[in-house]
Nanobody
Framework: QLQASGGGLVQPGGSLRLSCDAS????????IGWFRQAPGKEREAVSC????????FYADSVKGRFSISRDTTKNTVYLQMNSLIPGETAIYYC????????????????WGQGTQVTVSS
């Protein structure tokens, strides 16, 4: 239902833009977002955006560096990631949430397969 793309290898300080295509989603949802998970570490919330009015929410660790946006005509959400650091190497998963407030950062009804982001020199 979700197709995440845009991951890859980037140097520290670099940028990447991830995409999440939710056009195939069949369940009701009110926000689309992202979390990430590195090997051996717990899942970490990243960002989410509400589908009705485009309100955005960010984890403190990415505020000021990451930006989430949406293209309602394509039912696609983008995550622009700037000033990446090696500690942000992880698989980034796109999510659907039934919450239209800050809880979309932490409560998901569905997530896709993810895209690998590697930050390394």
């Amino acid at each position: 239902q979700l197709q995440a793309s845009g991951g890859g290898l980037v140097q520290p300080g670099g940028s990447l833009r991830l995409s999440c295509d939710a056009s195939g989603a069949t369940l009701d949802y009110y926000a689309i977002g992202w979390f990430r998970q590195a090997p051996g570490k717990e899942r970490e919330a990243v960002s989410c955006i509400t589908t009705d009015d485009g309100r955005t929410f960010y984890a403190d660790s990415v505020k000021g560096r990451f930006s989430i946006s949406r293209d309602t005509t394509k039912n696609t959400v983008y995550l622009q990631m700037n000033s990446l650091i090696p500690g942000e190497t992880a698989i980034y998963y796109c999510t659907l949430s039934s919450y239209s407030d800050y809880r979309c950062l932490y409560e998901y009804d569905y997530w896709g397969q993810g895209t690998q982001v590697t930050v390394s020199s």
